[in-house]
């Protein structure tokens, strides 16, 4: 057999906006996350369902920080890809955006099988901000698109089941603490790109999973899986069992059909194969199938109202088709989390490749003819074969390195001694962020950053904890041992850490902000904003607002702080504070919307209605946020113009 399989490098240039650094405050609140379910329908699910929806939830993002330094400025931008290619298929990866597959061509009609985005955009859509559209997403940590989705990974060449080469992406995900990878390979003469996918558990604990892999698709076609029920979940929040194909009159298996924005979860039959698959009216698409391990099956649309199209329009650039996604997951739900074993893993293999087959009339019908021809063109059973030949390749160490992801995962194999076949972490990729933590291992103490520099990330896992609490009390040490107390749920003992260091900072700021967020989680709103106020002098006082590099601490701190005084009612304190921000600051969407609610706090209804007029773009403005709409209700009975209305779900009755 000749292997005609390549992996080369290319560069796409495309109009891209610039991810700008990321938010320098940690995340000390719960998930902004609009996934969550009304208790209301908790009863009557089935049980293993009932008791992953409630399993291990996160309680926030650390030790993760937001990313939310983008805009929306595009200018043409050069992205390193990692081709691969046989003489069937051409897939295009971004190893420095998550391992985005963006892109899957049919070579002998040129097709394309995704919904590849012409822009890169980022919009607030995953856990911790930056996420864009398009491709094959590979969603690890918790219920969202992942932390991951605009970070680098590791990849390299490594030697494939068939005797070629696959391309293997790997992390460390730090939401759960997990290393993962994924191999991607077109075996010699296949329509079908495989991914073999495994996460692993080093840890003496059981851990919670979660995985989702997001296959963007153009959104007129018809959505075929082998179900007859689905759970159906939209942004109102309710979780419900409902009939497949059609509910109240509509079929919903045609994305457009759908009013607003919504979940379904089909319920696949155990036994039954695990596919979907995205047809148009000619009967040409995409079809996914895995094997049985991964056994959920989803449809995500944006629905044909205004604020889902005013999303669609946000992600890409005029002019440009709208999508809708097809998604595998390892529960029946992303609401779900699934156990891993203490120093155990998950593994399964997935398969990506062109389907022509019917989609219209009788629903049973149009299914059967779509798993019929799937079954023609990629047996289940090969599927199958494909996972076992490919597991004792998942431990083939790596060749040639292609890209490099974070140093998070050296610095926990440095920690731990762990040994973790086919996904190496060198010591070599540690940077800047990990080096005050690998300090903390060789001597015991923690060396603090150089002049009025913010503090970096905090590991807040319980062996990092332990180790700041034998540390050097020094305050750089308590501010990080406070939060990572935080996140423990040990409240009281983080704002004492925090406390303590106090008198003796440098920098004063980023405590007094930790210790205005606990205010405010304890209900002490005017306390919270003394706090805040006191932190945004003392920024003031060691950080130029002229330093490019340190603008992003004047945006976060500013816009804490601003809303905190506007929650007490303290405009003109709220006022002076909005005068010493940068112009630059000042411009952002972001605080053109403060402004506004400062200008009607302050009476002036107006001044206020000028800027929604003047008009201004949120570059962050997150998925499922009613703040448009809900500062417009404020100032008039005119309807929401249409490029403020973002709702994705009906107003209540």
Known sequence: MVVVTRIRREVLTLPAAELGPDNPLPPLRPLDEVHRVDDRDLEGLPPDMARQLGYAPPAGLLPVRVRDGYGRTREPRSLDALVIENDRLRATVLPGLGGRVASLVRLSTGRELLYRNPVFQPADFALNGAWYSGGIEWNIGTTGHTTLSCAPLHAARVPAPDGGEMLRLWEWERLRDLPFQVDLWLPDGSDFLYAGVRVRNPH???????????????????????AEEAWQFGYEQRLRRVPVPSYDGVDRTYPLNSPHAADYFYDVPDGRRRWIAALDAD???????????????????????RGGRRWQQWLTEPGTGGYCEIQAGLARTQLEHVRLDAESEVSWLEAYGPLDAPPAGEWSGAVQGAADRLESA????????????????????????LATGSGWGALEVLRAGWKLPGTPFSESTLGEAQEPWRELLRTGGLPAPRGAEPPGETPVARHWRDLLETAPATPHAEYHLGIAQWHAGDRAQAVRSWERALPLAPARWPLLRCL????????????????????????????????????AAWAALGREALEALLRVRRTADARALWGQLPPSVRGRGRFRLLEAELLLAEGRRAEARAVFDAGFEIADLREGSRALDRVWVRLTDEPLPV???????????
């Not at 199938?289 to 099956?297: C, E, F, K, N, Q």
């Not at 990629?378 to 390195?401: M, N, S």
Request: charged share 30%; glycine share 6%.
């Open 283 to 305: 009967g040409h698409g995409l079809a996914q199938t895995s094997t049985d391990v991964l056994r959920g099956r989803k449809l995500f649309v944006w629905g044909h109202e």
């Open 643 to 653: 490029h403020y209305d973002f709702r994705m779900r009906p107003d209540p009755a």
């Open 378 to 401: 990629l047996p289940r059973a090969r599927v199958e074969e494909a996972y076992t030949a490919w597991r004792p390749y998942a431990d083939a160490e790596p060749g040639e390195i």
């Open 516 to 551: 205005a967020v606990a205010d405010e989680d304890d209900g002490h709103h005017e306390r919270a904003a003394d706090r805040y106020a006191d932190a945004f002098a003392d920024l003031c006082r060691v950080v130029r607002p002229d330093d490019g590099d340190r603008t």
């Open 204 to 226: 003496e604990h059981p851990v919670p999973v979660y995985w989702w892999s997001n296959i963007a698709v153009p959104e007129e076609v018809r959505v075929l899986a082998p």
